[in-house]
């Protein structure tokens, strides 16, 4: 008589996995080949999931690091977290055929920064040092007219040349509750301080980090579907265990120890907006494997939203 499994709740939170902007930049590529055929070249993983790049990389689609990597008469697409000024000013100073896959809510960041600098102000930017979008921002503008700030420790220890003539503006990935520290200690200190228009982390963003919430007081442990270089996903990481639970992050169901299963009656799942669907359903498969499996989608908002293609591909 074969042995019953033991149970187990899933919880899995929603909204959860792609976002508008990746749904858009791998369409673009996706696009791209159907235009021009393979190889289309790839500055930067387009998004940043294994999966997902290995998926293009079958259909066509050649990964590179830098422009000079880029054949002469070869198209490319620019990565989903935006690029400095100098990348196609370069492409078109070598003729090359490029589609910019910017996420459009990072390029509206792109333009607030030009917009802020224009009326004369210095920029203080919250962001991870070293990230895509936080050297596609900087690029955009002249190194001395912006300022990172990672850490509330960082808005503490700024000493601005003119305090009184600042904006600030962040990258769209972060916590949403680590930015509103390092928010309120630059308005406490600098009360003239330009906010943005409208808040810079994506929607996206602070609906997963809302829907983890959601989950994680109910479960024993969190699993975060994601890349280790994807900061969405790694907030959400962070968000599990500020809600004081184990959370892990994993990139596919392999990763998956069931050792961590151990004690644990109830699991919460969701995914970084870099990570598709498919890789959701392979997770819960494997959990299905050793336990029975009772799942509850817990859905604390609706997305619908959805951006278009750059004018040329529009049509294909």
């Not at 508008?20 to 159907?34: M, N, P, S, T, W």
């Not at 003119?162 to 990258?171: C, I, S």
């Not at 299963?261 to 699991?267: A, H």
């Amino acid at each position: 008589m074969s042995q019953q499994k033991p149970v187990i709740e899933l919880l899995i939170a929603a909204p959860r996995g792609f976002c508008a902007g990746v749904d858009r930049a791998i369409k673009i590529v996706e696009v791209a080949l159907e235009r021009f055929g393979a190889p289309v070249y790839v500055r930067h993983e387009i998004v940043h999931n294994r999966f997902v790049v290995d998926s293009l990389r079958d259909k066509g689609a050649v990964f590179v690091e830098e422009l000079d990597q880029v054949p002469e008469d070869a198209p490319v697409v620019f990565s989903a977290h935006g690029v400095p000024k100098a990348v196609p000013r370069k492409a078109e100073e070598r003729g090359l055929t490029y589609v910019d896959a910017t996420c459009p809510l990072v390029s509206k960041v792109h333009r607030q920064a030009e917009r802020l600098i224009g009326s004369g102000k210095h920029i203080l930017f919250i962001g991870h040092r070293g990230h895509p979008e936080v050297i596609g921002t900087f690029g955009q503008v002249d190194a001395g007219d912006i300022t990172l700030i990672e850490t509330v420790a960082d808005a503490e220890a700024l000493t601005p040349a003119d305090p009184h003539n600042l904006a600030f503006l962040t990258q769209t990935t972060l916590s949403v509750d680590d930015t509103a520290a390092v928010v309120n200690v630059l308005r406490r200190r600098f009360p003239d301080i330009v906010a943005p228009r409208a808040d810079d982390i994506c929607y996206a963003t602070s609906n997963r980090q809302t829907a983890v919430k959601a989950i994680a007081s109910a479960c024993d442990l969190v699993l975060v579907i994601g890349a280790p270089n994807s900061s969405n996903s790694l907030r959400l990481v962070e968000v599990a265990e500020r809600e004081g639970k184990d959370a892990k992050l994993i990139q596919r169901a392999s990763d998956l120890d069931f050792a961590w299963l151990e004690g644990v009656g109830t699991l919460g799942i969701s995914a970084g907006a870099s990570a598709p669907e498919i890789l959701v359903r392979e997770v819960v498969d494997r959990v299905a494997e050793r336990f029975d499996v009772i799942e509850r989608e817990v859905e604390t908002a609706r997305e619908n939203i959805a951006f278009k293609l750059p004018r040329g591909l529009e049509a294909a």
